[in-house]
């Protein structure tokens, strides 16, 4: 019975520049493997010990990528080790199999949202008319799934973003703040759902997963184990489960320390 490894990716397993958290001396920071690059430019990485482990891990255990990225934003990610059978985009909207959405997967998701809430053209009317041009960069849509702002941070309004996610709950909708960016994702789209079709067709009979925000939540308690940073909305919240371990590594290291747990649980099978 294979083990399935269902991993969020930003913030957990790779990291911007701005998210390493390298705050040991610059002689003993860890050796870097960049992992993406967009319009030319660097943009993802993590350790070179972390792309050792991953590389083990794919050996291992199924790897499935987790990530609430479009398909395009998760094509552009180089991860070492074995290309993944399956992977998890758009947060649970698509289910790659060899690098392909598998439409029967994503017509099921579609008619759930359909029944179950709001529909995004009224998310995406609320977010135009209440987020403040001060501090909102971009406003963008994912696959047609769901929405999200990217916005200067330092100006962004808690009370706003508070008053955001009430008006989302009652519509059947979810808001989570994960750095720069703000995600309006529909409640019965997740990567637990996704994450158990996986085990379903595999016959897995051990799930773990990680992840350090709010849409990663859902994932953490579908899985038999899972890890959390000790940073990102969970951490922030001082949130955990039965079965969820937070961690105290905190940027890139909370990568590597994750992707350690994770062999080390295979491996004691």
Known sequence: MPVIVASDLDRTLIYSAAALALTMPDARAPRLLCVEVHESRPLSYLTETAAQLLTE????????PTTTRTRK????????????TYAICANG?????????????????????????????????????????GWVRKHRTAEDLFAYLVVERELLREEWVKELGE??????????????????????LTKSAAMREVARRTGADLTLAAGDSLLDAD?????????????????EDSWTAPGV????????????????????TVRSR
């Open 167 to 188: 008006w989302a709950e009652n519509r059947g909708w979810t808001v989570s703040l994960q750095g720069r960016k703000i995600y309006a994702v529909p409640k019965p």
């Open 57 to 64: 891990l794919g050996d291992e255990a199924l790897f499935v």
């Open 219 to 235: 994932l953490l308690l579908a899985a038999d184990l899972g890890w959390r940073p000790g940073h990102g909305e969970l951490a």
């Open 73 to 84: 934003q998760y094509q552009r990610i180089n991860l070492p080790g074995p290309p993944p």
């Open 93 to 133: 909207g698509h289910l790659l199999v060899d690098g392909v959405s598998d439409p029967d997967w994503h017509a099921r998701v579609q008619a759930r949202l359909a029944d179950e809430c709001a529909p995004l053209s009224e998310v995406q009317e609320h977010l135009l008319r209440t987020a403040d041009p």
């Open 245 to 264: 371990r937070a961690l105290p590594e905190r940027g890139v290291l909370a990568g590597e320390r994750i992707l350690r747990e994770f062999l080390r």
